[in-house]
């Protein structure tokens, strides 16, 4: 531990964080960019740091490694990319999915690898990778402000190494001994009290840092998944992909409460209520299920309701790739379960799609966000905006009637 670095008994996380934010400011360890209050901090000597990695018989053997894509871990994932390893990175903040994987060019020089190892890299040279992708994590590197000589981890705050964790449990991506690395300079080793952990933080087997690498032999349990009753409507709609775990988890019969339903959160919220913004503006979808199974397909507020007062042009989102045999009620109840139903549905089963009408293109390209890696009966659906954006009083109709 950095001798600079003292902290008194019973400090809170948000204390640590602070005295190594400061400490290494006021040091000059810190590197861009710069302040690192809030960040996980880049350091003087992360290259070296990171050097380490190679080294470790975890990433010998490892074919596939997840890096978070913040700036200390530059090194590390050029290191990767040059060992002809699959490098993954999490979308930032997980706005749009949960992994992009890393594809250099053709014949990448080291120059190119490099520039791939960036962040402005990660976004020119990467591909998504959907929930259904048979994907098998070997090794994780993570960041921290903060780690222990035990293994004890913690983060800037917000929580997003440990939700892509569980995120990766949920998928089936890695398995209980999955090393986990993280990278960090010296004066971050420090002591941690096991009582600040919690359920959902995660642990690390590897410290590496500019002078040593240390293996912490920590076996307190990672998450084991999805921790439902600690998430919150707020974090469901900010991440996305969340809700598309949620409704998997959900249809395989798993408790999947929300913090807010839970009955000792204040004013709790009943499972149900989470329905109901997709309800608004579309109480009859009863009646609208009884139009679509005997062969009326465009079903949707305006539909049933020839005075509706919206006007002007829709935004369209192209539903494809539907399993032969789908009814129009299981995709409606996705919809529902995601907060994504429209204001009018065209069905075409027999097509294998559907087009969904939003009242603008915010709400449109949200729900394309949100609805990726959907999969119904096991298949999964392809969601985009689609090519030909339709005015309101044009409708699509298929004749065959849904089975």
């Known amino acids: 531990m950095e001798a600079g670095v003292r902290l008194r008994a019973g400090v809170s996380k948000w204390d640590i964080r602070e005295k190594i934010w400061d400490y290494m400011e006021a040091n000059n360890l810190a590197d861009f960019p710069r302040p690192v209050h809030h960040r996980i901090p880049n350091f003087k000597g992360a290259s070296h740091a990171a050097s380490r990695l190679p080294g470790l018989q975890e990433f010998k053997t490892a074919k596939t490694i997840k890096v978070n894509p913040d700036a200390p871990q530059k090194t590390a994932r050029f290191l990767i990319l040059e060992a002809r390893k699959t490098l993954l990175v999490p979308t930032p903040r997980l706005r749009t999915g949960l992994f ?79 090393p986990v690395i993280t990278v960090v300079h010296d004066c971050q080793v420090v002591d941690i009290a096991e009582e600040l952990l919690d359920d959902h933080d995660l642990t690390v087997d590897y410290i590496l840092t500019p002078t040593r690498t240390i293996k912490t032999g920590c076996k307190r349990p990672k998450p084991q998944g999805i921790i439902w009753h600690k998430i919150s409507y707020e974090m469901l709609e900010r991440i996305p992909i969340l809700k598309n775990l949620r409704y998997r988890e959900k249809q395989a019969g798993k408790d999947v409460i929300l913090k807010d339903e839970h009955p000792d959160f204040p004013n709790a919220r009943k499972p149900e ?60 109840s996705a919809l529902r379960e995601f907060h994504a139903s429209p204001v009018r549905l065209s069905w075409q089963g027999a097509q294998c799609r559907a087009f969904l009408d939003y009242t603008d293109k915010t709400t449109a390209e949200s729900v394309v966000s949100s609805l990726k890696g959907l999969s119904l009966r096991g298949q999964t659906l392809r969601v985009e905006m689609a090519k030909n954006q339709r005015n309101k009083g044009q409708v699509e109709i298929n004749g065959q009637r849904n089975k």
């Open 100 to 178: 992009n994987k890393i594809v250099p060019p053709p014949g990448a020089t080291k120059e190119i690898l490099r520039i791939c190892a960036t962040s402005q890299g990660v976004k020119d040279y990467s591909v998504p990778i959907g929930l259904d992708a048979k994907v098998q994590v070997d090794l994780v590197v993570v960041g921290s402000v903060a780690v222990s000589e035990k293994g004890w981890r913690i983060g800037k705050g917000e929580g997003f190494a440990d939700m892509e964790y569980a995120m990766m449990v949920s998928m089936g991506a890695i398995r209980e001994d999955t």
């Open 273 to 332: 209520d989470s329905d109901e913004n997709a309800k608004t503006g579309n109480t009859k979808l009863q009646t609208e299920s009884a139009l679509a199974q005997v062969g009326h397909y465009h079903v949707g507020n305006d539909s049933l309701n020839t005075k509706s007062e919206t006007h002007g042009a829709l935004t369209t989102v192209y539903v494809g790739n539907i399993p032969p045999g789908t009814r129009v009620s299981e995709l409606k």
